[in-house]
């Protein structure tokens, strides 16, 4: 676990700094999108998650950012994989699939704000099961409120930020301003 959490901070795929995000500030950007740039960090992220999968899975679902890794996880999982082509506002799903197929939904970051809601409900409506949501990091969301959902992940953005602070990797102002962020 530790190569795959140095490997993101040194790649760049985890920024610190000030990015804007809805006119508000935010200290930390997540450039996971780049994942299949680097195989090395692609296949090691794609091996931590497939411990998580619900056994009694057989689909996987992904948003349109995260289909590298949805793509990693199928190839070793031999899972089919349902993902949202990137349409603007409109949510399509692109794959096959039959109605009432059990599904867990891969995603790269999971935080209080993540947009998730509309994708796991369109799947529903359309027939995919969704009954797991697997993060590659939880960075401390809510409740997602949606009923009979189980939410598992990887690593957890707060004991990132501790052992980053630790090794020297993260200056002490940084991680509280991150902190804050994800109380906030």
């Not at 985890?14 to 500030?25: D, L, M, V, Y």
């Not at 497939?50 to 590298?68: E, K």
């Not at 890794?69 to 039959?98: C, F, K």
């Not at 599904?103 to 359309?126: C, D, E, G, N, Y």
């Amino acid at each position: 676990m530790n190569s795959l959490l140095h490997g993101l901070l040194n790649a760049g795929l985890i920024q610190f700094g000030q990015f804007g995000s809805n006119g508000a500030p935010v200290p930390i950007q997540f450039r996971l999108d780049m994942l299949p740039s680097y195989p090395t960090l692609l296949r090691l992220a794609a091996d931590s998650l497939i411990p998580l999968l619900n056994p009694g899975a057989s689909h996987l679902l992904c948003g349109f950012d995260s289909v590298g890794l949805g793509t990693a996880v199928s190839l070793s999982t031999g899972h089919p994989l349902v993902y949202q082509a990137h349409s603007g506002g409109e949510i399509d799903l692109i794959g096959a699939y039959d109605i009432g197929h059990p599904a867990t939904l891969i995603t790269h970051v999971l935080a209080r704000h993540t947009p998730i809601h509309p994708l796991i409900a369109h799947a529903r409506r359309v027939g995919l099961d969704i009954r797991q949501v697997v993060t590659l990091i939880d960075a401390g969301h809510d409740s997602l409120s949606v009923p009979d959902l189980q939410v598992d992940g990887v690593l957890h953005l707060a004991a990132m930020i501790d052992q980053w602070v630790s090794n020297g990797e993260l200056p002490a102002g940084q991680a509280a301003a991150v902190k804050a962020w994800m109380a906030g």
